[in-house]
């Protein structure tokens, strides 16, 4: 069983939207444990309900167009059914942790949803300033919550 | 007094349309239309791009199936530049097309349309969706999953990711396949072999209990199109195309993908910005035809590989003559699927397939190029025209939810005429006259070129156009 998952969603063409996945990479690049299982992609869809079932715990990893830019939240994710979204384009994290149990029998108890704020999700390649120093931070927190660390909320 | 009926959005399929049913003063439904009101327009961006640039430009149009505009765009630059590929990148390609097929038909077998099969037409949408069938049965959840699983991993490892790959290039693909990476993937058919025949038994054992659906789901007399080999199977990858009839005869056969303009005419309709496609020979619109899984399993007389071929037999013993109803485009789907897991497997164990020679390199030979391929949802072409220089100077796309557009329409009226008698809209009316679209599955990212998820309205309008009743879902 894999200790740990983490789940990178973004889209590397939208700006601030492919934080996730720069984390993912920070976090590949030798900042945590080599047997954490990263996974990065642009859509959370169904299938990803079977590697969580096997994971301890699962952090999902998001930018947030709600948030102010630059921030990070950090917040627990309960299991539950999700059908007001339409699961072929995106599959909540709480629909996923509802489906890993439903489908194959557990989901992990510690499961985190870590948000960065942006401030573009335009076309481009680049991230903006506040996102791109949020990015240590980013990885500082999911490496805390992978060493079991409980965060505060927020 | 007669009315009319706005079903917005269509929900549970790819892309954003709405359908009218016009009714007459005898309270029966007269004119039922399809309505695709999204408009993207690649095919007039492209223009000026260089030539090799056209995969990865062309393949953005969708999510879904960006493998199919990947591998018929870089089937139409490999016509610009005059050349065949080496033998493995062939097959590597053919493969990758099974490997969408099955992830695609998955999709819309096990996540779009089972919610209808299992909790029912009439229940209440909270519960008939992808949850609710999550729900009750998760052995089928786990089914469809793995399946789509399958796929998409199969398209990851040769492609290197699953959605809008760039491992397909004019002349070939970028990397061979390691023998490592063809020992995981073969380690594996086994087992989605068998969910595939479960799934197959699942929905044989309760098909006949929807007797009303396939007599009503567009079911009629129409032409069917696609590609067919010169062994007379089923051309995923290449052959030519041949049109058959509602008997099962031949119509038309051999016909060069290249010449298409010669025998598809593109119809417009003011309602739609999806074109209508149809047999130029019967005119429009009786030159009306289908394509897709249920059209590929019409065409051909055998099916061609073991386990698929004894599920095809079954299926063609529907009917005397061609089948006939749309709703049993989910079933094509999943012969489909077992058929696309045992061909993966023959080309896989094929030693030719680890071959180091992926890509073949040569110079602009031809200003005209036509790719085509079956894509999970029927026939799809490209056909681009360059300048001197390799910039592209006109871009056609025809693509596989275009050709059905003709039999969605008249389907969606057959349908309404059946379901819808009175100026009441029940929810079971609306997902009925849905489902008949959810079986062609159409997507119309794909052929409007357009975007996002898809809407429903249902409006029910008077003769003088008065709306007398409306139901909306999404948005």
């Known amino acids: 069983m894999n200790r740990a998952l983490v789940l990178a969603c973004g889209n590397s063409q939208r700006s601030d939207d492919s934080v996730a996945l720069h984390i993912a990479s920070c976090l590949r690049s030798g900042n945590c444990d080599p047997e954490t299982e990263i996974l990065s992609h642009q859509q959370w869809t169904p299938e990803l309900a079977e590697p969580i079932s096997k994971a301890e715990i699962v952090i999902f990893v998001d930018a947030s167009a709600g948030m102010p830019p630059g921030t990070i939240e950090c917040r627990p994710v309960q299991p539950a059914p999700d059908a007001s979204a339409g699961i072929t384009h995106r599959t909540s994290p709480a629909a996923l942790l509802w489906l890993a149990e439903k489908l194959y029998g557990r989901y992990p108890q510690r499961a985190c949803l870590v948000t960065v704020g942006g401030a573009s999700f335009e076309l481009s390649e680049t991230l903006s300033d506040p996102v791109s120093h949020a990015i240590p931070r980013a990885v500082e927190c999911i490496k805390a919550l992978l060493s079991g660390v409980t965060l505060p909320e927020g | 007094m007669p009315k009319t009926i706005t079903i917005d959005p269509v929900t549970r399929i790819e892309g954003h349309a709405k359908i009218t049913l016009q009714m007459d003063e005898q309270g029966e439904v007269s ?178 209990t929807f007797r009303e659906e396939i007599r009503t789901f567009a079911n009629f007399p129409s032409l069917f199109m696609g590609l067919v080999t010169v062994d007379e199977r089923a051309g995923y990858y290449e052959g030519k195309i041949r049109f058959t009839d509602s008997l099962g005869d031949i119509v038309a056969d051999k016909l060069e993908p290249a010449h298409y303009p010669e025998y598809l005419g593109e119809a ?145 009226l057959q349908a309404a005429r059946h379901f819808v008698r009175s100026e009441r809209l029940t929810e079971g009316m609306l997902n009925r006259v849905e489902a008949v679209i959810r079986a062609f599955d159409p997507c119309l990212s794909c052929s409007t070129h357009a975007d996002g998820h898809m809407p429903l309205q249902i409006r029910l309008l008077s003769p003088d156009g008065t709306l007398l009743d409306e139901i909306r879902r999404g948005s």
């Open chain 2, 31 to 208: 004119e039922a239309y399809f309505h695709v009101t999204q408009f993207r327009g690649f095919e007039k961006f492209c223009v000026g791009r260089p030539f090799y640039e056209m995969p990865y430009l062309m393949e953005r149009i969708c999510g879904i199936c960006p493998v199919s505009h990947l591998l018929a765009s870089a089937k139409a630059c490999d016509a610009l530049l005059a050349m065949k590929v080496p033998p493995a990148a062939g097959k590597l390609r053919r493969i990758l097309n099974l490997a969408q097929i099955i992830q695609s038909h998955a999709l819309s077998f096990f996540y779009l349309s089972s919610p209808d099969f299992l909790i029912g037409m009439d229940a209440d949408p909270k519960e008939r969706n992808f949850f609710g069938v999550m729900a009750k049965n998760p052995e089928l959840g786990r089914w469809g999953i793995r399946l789509r699983q399958f796929g998409q991993q199969l398209i990851e490892t040769l492609a290197g990711k699953r959605i809008h790959p760039d491992w397909v290039v004019p002349g070939g693909v970028n990397e061979p396949l390691s023998i490592e990476k063809r020992d995981k993937l073969l380690a594996q058919i086994p087992e989605v072999i068998e969910i595939a025949q479960k799934a197959l038994t699942w929905f044989k054992r309760d098909v006949e």
């Open chain 2, 268 to 412: 417009v309709e003011p309602f739609t910005f999806m074109k209508f496609p149809y047999y130029k020979p019967l005119g429009y619109p009786d030159g009306i035809y289908r394509v897709g899984p249920l059209a590929r399993l019409n065409l051909v007389d055998n099916c061609g590989t073991p386990l698929a071929q004894q599920e095809w037999v079954e299926f063609r013993e529907l009917e005397r003559t061609a089948v006939l109803s749309s709703f049993y485009y989910h079933y094509a789907r999943l012969i489909e699927i077992l058929f696309a897991i045992e061909h993966i497997e023959e080309y896989l164990l094929d030693p030719i397939i680890t071959k180091s020679q992926a890509r073949y390199s040569a110079s602009l030979n031809n200003l005209e190029g036509v790719g085509c391929c079956e894509a999970p949802r029927g026939t799809l072409i490209h056909h681009y025209r360059v300048d001197e220089q390799g910039l592209i100077t006109w871009a056609n796309l025809v693509i596989a939810t275009g050709h059905n557009n003709l039999a969605m329409n008249r389907g969606i």
